[in-house]
Each structure stands twice: as C-alpha cells, then as structure tokens.
C-alpha cells in the first residue's frame, strides 16, 4: 500500500504544474491509525449536535454563517491507505482524509500550534513556544504520516513537530470538519410548571460520597437549569461543605456562605418578608453570581413559597410571540446597583446590560439578567426608545408570571435547592413567623468546571484546547 506524499520544489511551478510535481513516498502501514470520522466525532460529543433552536436569537442578529462546516463529509475517514500530506506553495499543508476531504492547515499556524514538550507544556497545557519568534514565512522541510500523524521538520532551527490525527481532524478549520461552536455537553431541556411531577433531584450522600453523585447533580444544573439535593443535615455546616463540593464559595458584599433570617441585616429586600418577583441575582455585578444554593433551616410560620422560573424557556415564547419584545431587550441596556448599604455602591461595568445576552457569536442565548427593583433610572432611552421599552418589558412580564410557567415549591429543612443564576429566576411569596436560611453563590466558571471536568473525560478536554 502506498501513500502519497507530495511536496513543493518550487512554489511557482506548483501553481503552474501541481500534478507533475508529485512525489510517491512509501509510508509504513504497520498499525495504521484510525482516525475519528465525522460521525464518530460527533457521536463523541453527541449531545452537542443538537442546537436547540431556542438558543438562537431572531433572525435579526443572524450574521453567524460562518458555524456551518462543509456538509459534504463522509462518514468514514481513516488515514489508512488513502490520505496523503503534501506541501503547498510552502504556507499550507495538506492532509486528504479518506473520503476525500482536504484539510489545509497554513504552516505558521501549525508550527505555533505544536504539542511537543519544548512547545507546549504537557501537564500545566499552557504554551511554551514564542510564537512571536517563529519567522513568518517558517515552511516544512518535510512533512511525512506516521502511524499515529502527521510529521513535520521545519526549515526554522530544524524543529520536528507531530500533529496526532485525532486531532487535526478535531482542529481541521478548512474546511471545519467539527462545528467549532457546538454547545458543550447534553441539550438543556426548558421547562415549564409541568416539571412539578418529576423535579431534579440527587441524594445527598450520593453527591459528598462520589463523584459520580456530584456529576450527575453538576449535570442537572446543566440540563435543568436547577436541582434539589434531598437528605441534607439541616445544619449551617453540611450545607456549606455541600456548596463546597462544587467549589469555593464566591463571597459579596453579603459575605461568603450566608446565614439570614428576615432581620433586614442587609438592605436588600431578600432580607425582608416581603414577596419578591422573579428575578436573577446580582445583575448589578459585572459577572453575576453563576449558581445560588437556598437551605431552610427553620420556619415556624406561613408561606415563604418558593417560586422558580426556567429563564430560558419564558424567552423561547417570548421570541415566538413577540418577537420585536425579544429583540429590544436583547439589545437594550439596563442599567442596575447595589446601594442598600452606606458603605456599598455597586454598578457594573459595562453600565448597561440587555436583560437577554447572545454568545456574540453563535447567537445563542447564554445570560438572563433581570431584576426589575435593581433597575436604575433608564436615561439613556432615546424618546422613540421609551414606549417601545416600557412595551417589551411587560410582554416579558406577562410571560415570566404566566402560571404555566411557575414553578411553585415549599422549602424544606433538609432540602436544598440549587440554581442556575444566569438561567433560572427565582422569588417567593411573602411569609410570617420567623424563617431561618442559609446558602452560597458560586461563580458561573467554577461551577462549569467542575461540572466540565466530572463529565468529560481528561483526554478528551486536552484535546479539545
Ligand atoms: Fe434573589
Ligand atoms: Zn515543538
């Protein structure tokens, strides 16, 4: 069996005359490598394939043309007797898959790209290499497939490079053989009040004994946006060591794992009896609050209901029913604090930050911020502005308190609730007696780290960098 090497004795003649200027050059066949098809590739990452349409803003803030990867792929790629590597003009090299398909990889790009231990640190993954002392016009000397990838020496320092192909098929940008912008892990599922007969919910134990516990209860929190955790001690101390099975948690001016009751020791309405709407916490910080932890340690009086509300889903009808309301919120700021104490005044920065936030690129929605009573004043609507906000703020309203979209539940003492704060909104109903709880934030990257680490394995993270 023979492979085909091609290189380039001169990058003028190579224009002219490619074909001729073709060299064969045996390559060992022992243990050829497999490499990951298309298919298999996706079915690696299978969960991410589907993109939930309504992830997606309107069509208004389409401009992502760029997500879409050649179609015509085949399903078996395998570098084993038909693939060939070969030496363009000098700046690309090319690796032809098994079904035909060619990657062009520029050769600048390749050798900053390199893994091995003099460019890239293996254990800390960080580069090593100095990109900026690479030439510019740096070309392969030679380029060869091995049983496991492709081999270059370079014309620079006489530097020898290995590109597995596992993961030049996983990199391959042209064309882009896996969809560079698919939402990591399994498609999030949105809810409405009709989850109220199958709630998410892990056990305790499970969750302080193994990892696969906190895995599947990280992985909840992914799909649903929140989960219970059943049979806490209805201690201050179980419920922090909880929260810190995610991660450290994330101190405010609130303090770090807080303890309250309906004392007003903050100035914040969360410390009041008051009913409080849906709403997200800390839209007045820069990077809100990732996931919020509720425990009730005690309540000797009425209500105090917990309400939640998927985020996510209320947009998704937002969009299908007033679709110019989802577009003037996901592109008008709001302006937001914390002022409640002498010694605090926190806005974020930018100032101003749309209610409903798109990945800029993919145009999926990633941020719900919204807390109507950490609103500052809207002086920087245009007037035509005006009516046209005031018009999408109560369409979204009239969504977020549609009793189909309510998810009402009663705290209890052993219990705990854990959410998504850029997802989920939460509230409660006004309450009597005195009422005890206690709970955590965590910062969004942590939380998706751990859940990222505990649900991918290693290998595959590594890869993916
Ligand atoms: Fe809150
Ligand atoms: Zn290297």
Redesign the pocket.
């Known amino acids: 069996m023979t492979l085909l090497f091609r290189t380039l004795l001169s990058p003028a003649k190579a224009a002219a005359q490619r074909l001729p200027m073709l060299q064969r050059a045996p390559l060992s066949t022992a243990a050829a490598p497999s490499i990951p098809s298309r298919s298999q590739a996706l079915l690696r990452s299978q969960p991410r394939q589907t993109r939930p349409a309504l992830f997606q803003a309107p069509n208004y803030l389409s401009h992502a043309t760029h997500r879409h990867y050649s179609t015509e792929l085949k399903a078996q790629v395998d570098i084993k007797d038909q693939s060939s590597a070969s030496v363009v003009d000098s700046s690309k090299v090319h690796l032809r898959w098994k079904d035909g398909t060619t990657s062009r990889f520029h050769s600048f790009w390749l050798r900053d790209h390199c893994h091995c231990p003099e460019c890239y640190h293996s254990v800390t993954k960080q580069r090593l290499v100095n990109t900026f002392k690479i030439p510019r016009d740096i070309k392969p000397k030679s380029v060869s497939l091995s049983s496991t990838g492709l081999d270059i020496t370079w014309d620079h320092e006489n530097h020898k490079s290995h590109y597995p192909f596992t993961w030049l098929n996983r990199h391959s940008y042209d064309p882009k053989i896996t969809d560079p912008y698919l939402p990591e892990g399994a498609p999030k599922k949105t809810w409405d009040n009709s989850i109220a007969s199958n709630l998410p919910e892990v056990a305790y134990k499970d969750v302080m004994e193994s990892d696969k516990g906190l895995a599947e209860w990280l992985n909840n929190i992914h799909v649903y946006g929140f989960s219970f955790v059943s049979g806490v001690p209805v201690t201050t101390e179980a419920t922090e060591e909880l929260a810190k099975r995610i991660s450290f948690i994330r101190e405010t001016h609130y303090g770090g794992f807080w303890d309250f009751t309906s004392d007003l020791g903050h100035g914040d309405t ?1 410390y009041t009896d008051l009913a ?1 709407g849906a ?1 997200t ?1 800390t839209t007045y910080f820069t990077d809100p609050v990732g996931l919020q932890m509720f425990h009730l340690l005690h309540h000797d009086g009425e209500g105090g209901h917990n309400l939640m509300v998927d985020g996510f889903h209320c947009a998704k009808i937002l969009k299908e029913r007033h679709p110019a309301s989802y577009k003037l919120l996901s592109e008008i700021g709001i302006p937001a604090h914390s002022a409640g104490d002498l010694s605090t005044h926190i806005v974020p920065s930018p100032r101003r930050n749309p209610i409903l936030n798109h990945d800029p690129v993919t145009q999926d929605l990633v941020q719900v911020r919204f807390n109507n009573d950490d609103r500052s004043t809207m002086n920087h609507l245009e007037p035509h502005q005006v009516d046209a906000f005031y018009e999408a703020l109560f369409d979204w309203n009239k969504v977020l308190t549609d009793e189909k979209n309510l998810l009402w539940t009663k705290f209890q003492p052993g219990r705990v609730l854990i959410f998504d704060n850029w997802r989920c909104l ?1 509230g409660r109903s006004a309450f009597t007696g005195k009422r005890r709880m206690c709970g955590a934030y965590t910062n969004w990257d942590d939380y998706r780290s751990r859940w990222r680490t505990l649900n991918t394995s290693a290998k595959q993270l590594a890869e993916d960098l």
């Open positions: 969360a409080l709403h916490d939460h």
